[in-house]
């Protein structure tokens, strides 16, 4: 069988649908490194797909877009009776699919998109309203359907169910919450039954169900600026207002000052001369042609920071306010398919994105002669351990053999391999480098 490719970028709810149907079909796709804006922009991209949208599938044969024809495309490239065994199964799949994506998916997008995108898509309280009202009605359908059956279309997955739960992806995991769930459970039955199964579980980014719902949160306005000739002819006649003093309780007390919001431990730690934002500002400036002079080497002795409009200078690394750390995935064995892989790495990031403000890591994906892509990551922490709260929070910790290097002392085998990894060299310890992943 012939090896495509899709483009997308990884955790694309829409990419998922092609993705689990290749793994029932088992077809092999890769899933090429891209930049939105860039890649999707250049000729050869736009021959696959003229509206250089994603994803898009790439066949010997030319180009397919559209989410669901890529998804039943590869879904032919082998019989495994994803569209049934009838034409009567055949039907009722093409049936849960066009509902699912009409009366779901639509109608999804359309409450999510200025949630998730509000600088592309502006927030309107009705539409919102109307939209998710018809999700509701739609779910109330399926809710009820599925009282009765396992699967959508006969005893097994079919591309009903994969198509399905990809549109679904989105609402169990970001609006949903337990108590909506409580009005559907059937669908959360055959929805979790599905995202446990071998194939989808490799490429869902996102298994836990929604916490807390999504909500729009109105942008803080901007005080308006006052014309100068308005500003000359206000006289200020107090130019400083007095606060009401704080009338004593009735023991004569002063009244009780509100407690402060509990501080993260992180926080308490003594200055340091190294801010972690500069070094992240250091590494996102700096040009390519000048990263290992500049950045590299900046790391150890500090470094002006490029294009800084307050020539900004990153002062260097501090081994007594950092720690530094190497991570190694325990089950490389497994890590036979890129774009699995890759979404693996993205979805561990995601779910780490709490402690950006006192992390840098960059986690590199890389291929052995057997074809196995083996995981390696160097992590600097603020303090001298891994935060508390990714140890409490974060399962994905236990999934990797984590090592605290001597970063006082670092041996030139060390400094090398941590240099060569930030760099994205094209080579790490003798592998091939296929995909670097920066925590920033």
């Keep these: 069988m012939a090896t495509y ?3 997308s970028p990884p955790g694309n709810k829409n990419a998922f649908k092609g993705l689990i149907a290749a793994r029932y079909v088992g077809a092999k ?7 939105m804006g860039k890649t999707n922009k250049t000729p050869d991209f736009l021959k696959l797909n003229p509206f250089g949208k994603v ?7 030319g180009g397919v877009f559209e989410s669901n024809a890529i ?3 590869i879904a032919r490239l082998a019989d495994k009776h994803l569209f049934g065994k009838t034409a009567i199964d055949m039907a009722h799949v093409e049936q849960w699919i066009d509902f699912s994506t009409t009366e779901i998916s639509a109608q999804l997008d359309s409450v999510l998109y200025p949630l998730l995108y509000p600088s592309h898509f502006p927030y309107d309280k009705k539409k919102e ?3 998710f009202a018809s999700v509701q009605k739609a779910l109330e359908v399926l809710d009820g359907y599925l009282l009765e059956h396992t699967f959508l279309v006969g005893e097994a997955v079919t591309l009903a169910d994969i198509i399905a739960a990809c549109n679904l992806y989105l609402g169990m995991t970001k609006l949903f919450d337990a108590e909506y769930r409580k009005d559907i459970p059937n669908v959360v039955r055959w929805y979790t039954t599905l995202v446990h199964f071998p194939h989808f579980d490799a490429v869902f980014v996102e298994k836990n169900l929604c916490k807390q719902r999504l909500k729009y949160e109105k942008p803080k306005e901007q005080p308006k600026e006052q014309p100068k000739q308005q500003q000359q002819q206000q006289a200020p006649k107090d130019t400083q207002q007095q606060k009401p003093a704080q009338q004593p309780t009735a023991d004569g007390e002063e009244p009780a000052k509100p407690a402060p919001k509990p501080k993260n431990p992180l926080d308490a730690l003594p200055p340091s001369k190294m801010i972690l934002d500069s070094w992240k500002r250091l590494y996102s400036n700096t ?3 000048q990263f290992k002079q500049i950045c590299v080497n900046g790391l150890w002795k500090g470094a002006d920071i490029p294009n800084s409009p307050t020539q900004e200078h990153f002062e260097g690394y501090d081994p007594e306010g950092f720690s530094m750390w190497m991570c190694d995935y325990k089950y490389n064995d497994e890590n036979t398919v890129n774009y699995v892989v890759m979404n693996k790495v993205g979805g561990f990031l995601q779910r780490i994105d709490y402690v950006r403000k006192y992390a840098f890591g960059v986690m590199c994906i890389l291929k052995n002669s057997e074809g196995q892509f083996p995981i390696r990551g160097f992590w600097i922490f603020r303090g001298q351990d891994i935060p508390q709260m990714m140890k409490d929070e974060c399962y994905d910790l236990e999934l990797y053999d984590w090592k605290k290097l001597d970063s006082k ?30 925590f920033k």
Excluded: F
């Excluded at 796709?29 to 930049?35: A, K, L, R, S, V």
């Excluded at 060569?420 to 995909?435: F, N, Q």
């Design 5 to 7: 490719k899709l483009w």
């Design 29 to 35: 796709i890769d899933m090429p490194p891209m930049q």
């Design 55 to 61: 994803p898009t599938l790439e066949t010997p044969q």
């Design 71 to 73: 998804a039943r495309y």
């Design 129 to 131: 309203e109307t939209a």
């Design 287 to 289: 040009p390519a042609s």
């Design 409 to 438: 002392n670092l041996e030139p085998a060390q400094k090398a391999l941590i240099e060569s990894m930030i760099a994205e060299d094209d080579k790490i310890e003798g592998l091939e480098h296929v995909e670097c992943k920066v």
